[in-house]
């Protein structure tokens, strides 16, 4: 089993930016892959950003390609979402996810994914 928790998310204003953790623990070595997503109120949950075990693949929404940055430091069992410049779009709860199997990955779908944070909340008012 692994244990994921968010933390970092909090109210900013339109424009700021923020940083995002996950913090894994447990069985950290059978993780593969980890990523991040979000969902906003009335909003089914949608993919942000992936990164694979090594860190030297990653994948992006569109819609936060460019000012948003994934990154993990394995020797902490961490994951980071570093987001800049941002809308009141991004204003959701935000997952992490981590997934166990090294094949056929699908970093855009939330089933591809085994363990789940509890999410943190991320406002942001204009």
């Known amino acids: 089993q692994v244990q994921l928790v968010e933390s970092g998310g909090g109210l900013v204003q339109a424009g700021d930016s923020l940083r995002l953790s996950c913090a894994a623990s447990g069985r950290t070595s059978s993780m593969y892959a980890m990523g991040w997503f979000r969902q906003a109120p009335g909003k089914e949950r949608e993919f942000v950003a992936a990164i694979s075990w090594s860190g030297d693949v990653t994948y992006y929404a569109d819609s936060v390609k460019g000012r948003f940055t994934i990154s993990r430091d394995n020797a902490k069992n961490t994951m980071y979402l570093q987001m800049s410049s941002l809308e009141s779009e991004d204003m959701a709860v935000y997952y992490c996810?981590?997934?166990?199997?090294?094949?056929?990955?699908?970093?855009?779908?939330?089933?591809?994914?085994?363990?789940w944070g509890q999410g943190t909340p991320v406002t942001v008012f204009s």
């Open positions: 996810a981590a997934r166990q199997s090294r094949t056929g990955w699908n970093p855009w779908a939330h089933n591809e994914y085994d363990y």
